[in-house]
C-alpha cells in the first residue's frame, strides 16, 4: 500500500482533534483512523473541548444504556409491557432513547443519522439505528465498547407515518398530551411515542421545533424517529438547545462536519473500495477534482444541457484548462515530463458525463494556461468508479458504492457539486469543503444564467424548515432575519443552513 506524497500517516491527526475515541481496535474497521491520512489537514474547524468532553460523556452513556445491559433489558420490558409513565418531570427512566429509523437514500440518511444523534446529545439519549438488510456492515460502530446497532427483536419498527396515532403531532391533536402544563390529559403517557421528521411539500410539520413540544417529547423514554432531512439546523432554531449548542459548536457551519466525521466510519468492504480506487487512480495525481453529477428522474436535466454548465462552471472558476484542437498539427506539442496531472473524479448514476469529458481530455491536448495563471501544462485524466444508471436503496451492494464515492469525493481538493442533492452535501460537509454547486436549471430558459454558485458555508441544507410561530397568533417567521448564523441555501431558496 502506497499513501500520497502529501498525506504522510505522520502528518495526520488520527484522531481528528481528539473527536475520535482511540479505544478502538484498529482491524474491525480500518477506515476509522485511516480516513484521517487523505482529508486535506488541518480541517478548517477545530473541535472544541466541550465537544470532546460531551462526546465521551455520550459514549460512557451508551456504554451503560446500550443493548445487551441490565438497564437497556429493563427499559425495553417496559416499552412491551405498555406500561405507561406518569407525566411528572421526574418519573423519567434512567435510560432513555432514541430509535432512528431510514428512509430514503443514502445521503438522506447520512443528514438524518447525524441530527439524530444532535438530538440524542442534547436530550441525554441513546440512539439506536435500525440496521436494515440493504445498511448491513456500511458503518462500522460508532461507540466503544457498545452497540449502536438496535437489537433485531425489537417489537416496533414498521409502519409508522404522519398518520399513526403514535405520532407526536397527532397525539397533540386527539389529546393524548398537552403541550401546555405538566403533560398529558389523562396524567400518564402512551410507552413511545414517534416523531414524524419527514418533509411534507418541503415543509416539516408545526409543533416539532417548539420549546413547549420539546418539554413534553423529553418525558418519554422512547422515541422512534423517522426523517429525511437534515433536522440539526431546526434544533438550533429551539430556545432550550442554544446554550449547549453554542458551547459545543463556536463555529455554527461545522456541525455536519465534526459529527459526521464522528459518527460514519465506513466499513470494511467499503473501505476496500476507497482505497483500491484511491491508490490505483487518484493518489499519484498532484490534484483531485471530483465533479458529482445527480440527475434525479422527476426533474431530469438534459445531458447536452448540464454538460454544458459543467463546461461553463469549470471553465470560469479554472476548475479546468481549456483543450487544443488537435485537429491542426500545430497543436500536438510534446509532452513534457514536468507536466502536472490533475485526476478528475467524475461521481455519478449516468456513465455519459465521463464518456464525453474523458473523450475530451483524451483526444486533445490541454491550452497551456496564459494570463498570469503560473502557466505549465496540464494532463487530465478522468475517471469514474461506477454508473449503476439508476438509484437502487434496496440494494446493498449498490449502497456500499455510494458511500464509496462520498469518501472519494471528500478525499478531493476542490468538488463540483449539484444542486438539491443530499449525496453531494454529504461529500463537501465531510471534506470541510465549500463546493461549486452546479446551480439549478431555469426550466423555461433551459439553462442556468449562473453556472455555478459558492455557498456560503460548508454545511448541508435543511430543505423543509419547520413553521416557527408555533402557537402565537401571527404570519410564519423567516428565522433568518431573527438568527444570525442562518442563511437560506443557494439552491433551494426557503431551505436554511447553518453559516
Ligand atoms: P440525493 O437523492 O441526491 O439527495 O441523494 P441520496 O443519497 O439521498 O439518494 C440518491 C441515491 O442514488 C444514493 O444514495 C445512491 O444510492 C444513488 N446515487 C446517486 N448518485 C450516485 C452516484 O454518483 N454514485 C453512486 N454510486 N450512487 C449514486
Not at 172 to 180: A, E, I
Not at 201 to 211: A, V
Not at 238 to 265: N, Q, T
Not at 420 to 444: C, E, I, K, N, Q
Amino acid at each position: 500500500k502506497w499513501s500520497s506524497s502529501s498525506t504522510t500517516p505522520e502528518s495526520a491527526d488520527r484522531l481528528l482533534g481528539g473527536l475520535l475515541s482511540p479505544d478502538f481496535d484498529e482491524a474491525t474497521c480500518l477506515s476509522r483512523y485511516e480516513a484521517s491520512r487523505r482529508w486535506k489537514q488541518p480541517s478548517p474547524f477545530p473541535v472544541s473541548p466541550y465537544l470532546v468532553e460531551r462526546l465521551r460523556r455520550y459514549e460512557a452513556n451508551h456504554r451503560r444504556c446500550g443493548p445487551g445491559t441490565a438497564q437497556y433489558q429493563d427499559a425495553v420490558a417496559q416499552h412491551r409491557s405498555g406500561r405507561r409513565h406518569s407525566a411528572a418531570a421526574d418519573d423519567r427512566g434512567e435510560c432513555r432513547y432514541v430509535v432512528w429509523l431510514p428512509i430514503q437514500g443514502l445521503g438522506n440518511r447520512m443528514l438524518s443519522l447525524v441530527s439524530t444523534f444532535l438530538y440524542a446529545l442534547l436530550t441525554g439519549r441513546v440512539v439506536l439505528v435500525d440496521e436494515t438488510p440493504e445498511m448491513e456492515g456500511l458503518f462500522c460502530e460508532p461507540f466503544p465498547g457498545t452497540s449502536w446497532l438496535l437489537p433485531s427483536d425489537f417489537p416496533y419498527k414498521r409502519g409508522f407515518s404522519a398518520e399513526s396515532n403514535e405520532s407526536y403531532v397527532n397525539m397533540l391533536k386527539n389529546g393524548v398530551v398537552r403541550h401546555d402544563g405538566d403533560g398529558d390529559a389523562a396524567g400518564e403517557l402512551p410507552p413511545y411515542v414517534y416523531f414524524h421528521l419527514e418533509q411534507i411539500h418541503l415543509r416539516l410539520q408545526n409543533h416539532t421545533f417548539c420549546d413547549e413540544d420539546h418539554r413534553v417529547l423529553d418525558r418519554f423514554d422512547w422515541m422512534i424517529l423517522r426523517s429525511d432531512s437534515y433536522f440539526a439546523v431546526a434544533l438550533f432554531l429551539v430556545p432550550a438547545y442554544r446554550a449547549e449548542l453554542d458551547m459545543m459548536f463556536p463555529a455554527k457551519g461545522s456541525v455536519f462536519h465534526l459529527l459526521g466525521r464522528y459518527l460514519f466510519h465506513p466499513g470494511n468492504r467499503v473501505w476496500g473500495i476507497v482505497e483500491r480506487f484511491y491508490d490505483g487512480y487518484l493518489a499519484a495525481a498532484d490534484e483531485r477534482l471530483g465533479i458529482q453529477v445527480r440527475i434525479v428522474p422527476q426533474m431530469a436535466v438534459p445531458f447536452e444541457v448540464m454538460y454544458e454548465q459543467i463546461v461553463r462552471c469549470t471553465r470560469e472558476h479554472g476548475l479546468l484548462p481549456r483543450v487544443t484542437n488537435t485537429s491542426e498539427p500545430a497543436g500536438v506539442r510534446p509532452s513534457s515530463s514536468s507536466a502536472k496531472v490533475k485526476a478528475v473524479l467524475v461521481v455519478s448514476l449516468k456513465r455519459e458525463y465521463y464518456d464525453k469529458l474523458h473523450g475530451v481530455f483524451y483526444t486533445n491536448a490541454t491550452a497551456a494556461s496564459g494570463g498570469g495563471g503560473g502557466g505549465g501544462e496540464e494532463v487530465v485524466a478522468v475517471y469514474q468508479p461506477s454508473h449503476d444508471g439508476d438509484q437502487h436503496t434496496e440494494a446493498r451492494a449498490h449502497n456500499e458504492r455510494a458511500l464509496a464515492e462520498i469518501y472519494l469525493l471528500s478525499f478531493c481538493d476542490r468538488v463540483v457539486t449539484t444542486a438539491w442533492s443530499t449525496f453531494g452535501y454529504v461529500a463537501h460537509a465531510l471534506a470541510g469543503l465549500r463546493p461549486w454547486m452546479l446551480a439549478p436549471l431555469d426550466w423555461d430558459k433551459m439553462r442556468a444564467d449562473v453556472a455555478c454558485v459558492r455557498p456560503a458555508s460548508v454545511e448541508p441544507c435543511l430543505h423543509s424548515p419547520p413553521p416557527l410561530v408555533c402557537r402565537a397568533r401571527q404570519d410564519d417567521l423567516d428565522p433568518v432575519a431573527r438568527v444570525p448564523f442562518l442563511r437560506h441555501c443557494e439552491d433551494v431558496p426557503a431551505g436554511l443552513k447553518l453559516f
